[in-house]
């Protein structure tokens, strides 16, 4: 695991919709005898994955491009 030290700072926008999402997410852990997870941490973890998938980004132009080709490639990993 990477030391906090060497972690960079992004900015990240979100719609209303999606920082909710995130929320209840790391909520839902901590309601299940978790702990409250960090949106960071979700995101990092989200990152992690796309990486292990081997997402096709050519020719990606939108969102919802890239969207459907990580669905594609979890469908694949599967």
């Known amino acids: 695991m990477t030391p906090k030290s060497q972690y960079f700072r992004i900015n990240l926008t979100l719609p209303e919709a999606l920082d909710r999402f995130l929320e209840e997410v790391g909520m839902e852990a901590k309601a299940t ?3 409250k997870l960090p949106k960071t941490l979700i995101v990092r973890a989200l990152v992690r994955m796309m990486g292990e998938l081997d997402v096709d980004v ?3 132009k939108t969102e919802e491009e890239l ?4 669905l594609q490639a979890h469908k694949r990993k599967k």
């Open 67 to 70: 969207l459907e080709r990580l």
């Open 58 to 60: 050519a020719a990606v």
């Open 33 to 35: 005898k978790g702990y």
